[in-house]
């Protein structure tokens, strides 16, 4: 059952693009808009999670865990239950649950009471980063819409099924997009991570099952739902079913967001399609998956967009971003500032990340500048393998990762800033030009 | 405080802001899950969170003074102090350094002419660059102005927005 309008092929979350009026109800209604809530609504709970477990697709929100196998964690019988769209998206590179919210904001809602409607949840709440403030109250219109349309509320569509959709506004802290910190953060407290097990499913929001999911994760269930999990899957490859939207930032020519079929795309198409590498350089780094995961090099551009191809190559899709670094990069100044960044973000609850993360900035700042000691880059290696596996929580690990994986691939440029005084990559694009 | 203790001289919200506290409450299965949104409401009428207002919002949700200032206090967008009228934050993470953030933020500076704190003079602006990825790296470099972004900007881009801005013109465009 497809809509009004004719769809390109192998699009799921981008096939309506450019369809006029897609913010709107009436607009999202003429492409087929809630047919597939409709269609949910009559094939009931299991053959929805049979239907998502067939479309292979895993969660979009940096760990890729299955989403039909999370769902199935729930506990028979036991409610209230939640759902909490995951929409803090603060990932470094990351912009990609801000167009699926700012182009189509009623597809992530349809997905939501989809996925709703599967867990029999009673409340869902849509927990959105403080920065995303116009995207907020974009949000909360649409659900005042979906209100007046009994789409949302009691008796959905005449259905015996009800649910709450909550818009909630986070006020900036990153951490918040971690599953069980936003939890925390939702019932009001300081947003800090809690200790698992037990997972959300089991005791999640108010200690109820509650499942956490992102913005794309969610947006995909209308396709599946109308078109049948087997379709989404066939989009991608066994291994890497469906389509993903990607974020190319950085060095690029056009940066932007592109929908492109998981494990047949590669990294090199990634680059082409925003354009290449701008201003006719060359190309020296990028980073996949957002600001946590490990830094790859040319050698790499052939690498399928594929999460075991990724892991092979030392890195990860994690939340779907591509940062490109051309030849003028400085790998120090790049891994200060992400080091910079978890300073900032750690939330203080245990030890490692917490004392970790501040030395580890100042150590990168000595560096950076050339003014650090042969014994302190080997301390900031110390301190890192100190760090990695042994925090509270992922956000210390891979507070790690980028600097360790760039201190590998471009030690010498590491060692160079040793003792130099000044970033040695500078002074030699200052010479050149 | 009650609103029956509120006496003319002490600090009081809006009533419009204590209606939507209260409607707020009841949105939510525990009441203490309000206490996010609750803050923004007081922050958007207030532009900082006082401690008499933080008392309000306790009072409203049935929790101690010092749990809603705990909360408030871990939260970066939470104000504790009245800052220049409109708050814009470069971001300095790597897409947007990449692509000159850097340079723009050291341009808005001396434009400005901030003072240590980053306020301009005039006490339009609070200016600060911040390592905080802002959600639009595809638009590096990029600020956000209040509740809004905009993109791709130069010096000179960035310079024209913040003049609408400051004529009580601006908002709009961003995103
Ligand atoms: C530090 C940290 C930050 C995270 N930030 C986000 C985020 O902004 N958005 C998101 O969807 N998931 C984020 N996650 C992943 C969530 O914990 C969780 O795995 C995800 O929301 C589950 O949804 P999914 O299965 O649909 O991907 C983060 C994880 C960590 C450790
Ligand atoms: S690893 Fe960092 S963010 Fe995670 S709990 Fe520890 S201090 Fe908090
Ligand atoms: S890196 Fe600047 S907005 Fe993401």
Known sequence: MRGAEPVPDGLVLTRHQGAPGLTTLEGYRKVGGYQGLARALEMG?????????????????????????????????????????????SEPGCFKDRVLIEEYPHQLLEGVLIAAFALQASHAF??????????????????REAYRAKLVGKRILGSDFGCEVVVHGGAGAYICGEETALLDSLE????????????????GLYGQPTVVNNVETLSNLPYIVTEGGAAYAALGTEASPGTRLFCVSGHVARPGTFEVPMGRTTFRDLLQLAGGVWRGREFKAMQPGGGSMQVLGPQHLDVPLDFKAVADAGSSLGAGALVVMDETTCMVEVSRRLVDFYRHESCGKCVPCREGTYFESQLMHRLEEGRASAEELATLADICAGMDGRCFCPLGDTATWFVMSAYRMFKDEFDAHVGAGHCPVRARLGAAA | MPESEVDASSPALAPDTLERLRELRSRYPVARSAVLPALWVVQDELGYLP???????????GLLPGDVAAVASFYSMYFNHQAGRHFVQVCLNVSCALRGADDLLAGLREW???????ASPDGAFTLEGTVECLGACGGGPMMQVDRYSYEDLNLDSAREVLERVRDGAGGGAGA
Do not use: C, H, M
Not at chain 1, 126 to 143: N, P, S
């Open chain 1, 188 to 203: 009001g407290r300081r947003g800090q991570p809690r200790l698992k097990p037990p997972f959300p499913a089991v005791k």
């Open chain 2, 51 to 61: 401690p008499w207002a933080e008392e309000v919002v306790a009072e409203q949700l």
């Open chain 2, 112 to 118: 400005l002419q901030v003072d240590e704190e980053g």
């Open chain 1, 126 to 143: 849509i927990y959105i980063r403080g920065e995303y403030r116009k995207q907020r109250e974009l949000l909360e219109e649409v659900v």
């Open chain 1, 45 to 89: 709970p299991e053959a929805i999670v049979a239907e998502v477990k067939a479309s292979g697709l895993r969660g979009r929100g940096g760990a890729a865990f299955p989403t039909g196998t999370k769902w199935g964690f729930l506990p028979q019988g036991v409610f209230p239950r939640y759902l909490a769209v995951n929409a803090d998206e």
